[in-house]
């Protein structure tokens, strides 16, 4: 092991995933999705709505880009939207309208409250590379550039492969590895030398199958099983525990 940093010494390069591995984002983005669900199901199903839960969020919804967690989601409800477009207004019974219903909540979360760091992540990034190793950010979300800014951490990475860029290229989006992918061949280095930190179960299995060299869950909420049912190699509460605070 890479010692100081608690990684495979073979490990060259190390891709994060944004919200809920650098900044505390997770939690605004599961509060609007269950805001946005919520308020859809309670007018279609009237006496017999059921509520987005947790686990919902957990399981159909985390790390997927946003139209994909808006048919993940419904579709395990037996719900099927019509596609509509990406510029669908926010009322719209589309994906794309429901998609953009949650997005504007976020940007309104985020615009109210700012946007925090984790800090053990921003030293262990800062330890990453002052080793020598490579960074990117692998996110699926399309606010990506502007939260970085907010936080002056777009600096710590090499490359960024976000939600926009997975479109101009047309990469699909976690759980599929495409994005990793990417950013590994971006940063000139093989998946087996690249780890992976993530939160979300779809980024665990992207890190499974894309055949990476190491997988780090990020357990914010309490999911260690469900983290390492899902693909990691290691799961830690926090980047701090891994080291480089040397
Ligand atoms: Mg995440």
Redesign the pocket.
Known sequence: MTTQLGLPDAIQACLF?????VTKT?VVHAAAWKETFDAFLRERDGADFRPFTDSDYDEYV??RPRADGVRTFLASRGIDLPEGGPDDPPDALTVGGVGNRKNELVLEKIRNDGVQPYEGTLRYIDAVRAAGLATAIV?SSANTLDVLRSIDAERLFDVRVDGVVARERGLPGKPRPDTFLAAARDLGVEPSRAAVF???LA?MEAGRSGHFGYVVGVDRVGQTDALYAHGADHVVKDLAELGGDA
């Open positions: 995933d944004l919200d809920g591995v997770a985390d790390g996110s993530e939160d979300a980024g």
